[in-house]
Nanobody
Framework: QLQVVESGGGLVQPGGSLTLSCATS????????IGWFRQAPGKEREGVSC????????RYADSVKGRFTISRDNAKNTVFLQMSNLKPEDTAVYYC?????????????????WGQGTQVTVSS
């Protein structure tokens, strides 16, 4: 069974940085587009960023453009989300999902195989 594991969350002050990781066991990420989503308390899950396979195509939500960078290391079977200049409104549980159809959209329904998420809290 495909398992997805997110890690790297934590507590950070406004303006700080964190790097999240998304990794899978037993299956290669080469066969999926990867999307990062987040869900704040009382809000719906929203798309943050996604990345294709070998061509490196990426998409970002307007709210994180210029602050977040998504990348993938296929040799390590891991996708990263580098987050900088973090704001309190970035506080959420962050999830990664896998899209076998490579649609490269920030639409939750496109993605399967969600992990359990990692908490990011931005607070002074």
């Amino acid at each position: 069974q495909l398992q997805v594991v997110e890690s790297g969350g934590g507590l950070v002050q406004p303006g700080g940085s964190l790097t999240l990781s998304c990794a899978t066991s037993r299956f290669s990420l080469d066969y999926y587009a990867i999307g990062w989503f987040r869900q704040a308390p009382g809000k719906e899950r929203e798309g943050v960023s996604c990345i294709g396979s070998s061509d490196g195509t990426t998409r970002y939500a307007d709210s994180v453009k210029g602050r977040f960078t998504i990348s993938r290391d296929n040799a390590k079977n891991t996708v990263f989300l580098q987050m900088s200049n973090l704001k309190p409104e970035d506080t959420a549980v962050y999830y990664c999902g896998l899209d076998p159809a490579f649609r490269l959209r920030l639409q939750e329904d496109d993605y399967d195989f969600w992990g359990q998420g990692t908490q990011v809290t931005v607070s002074s």
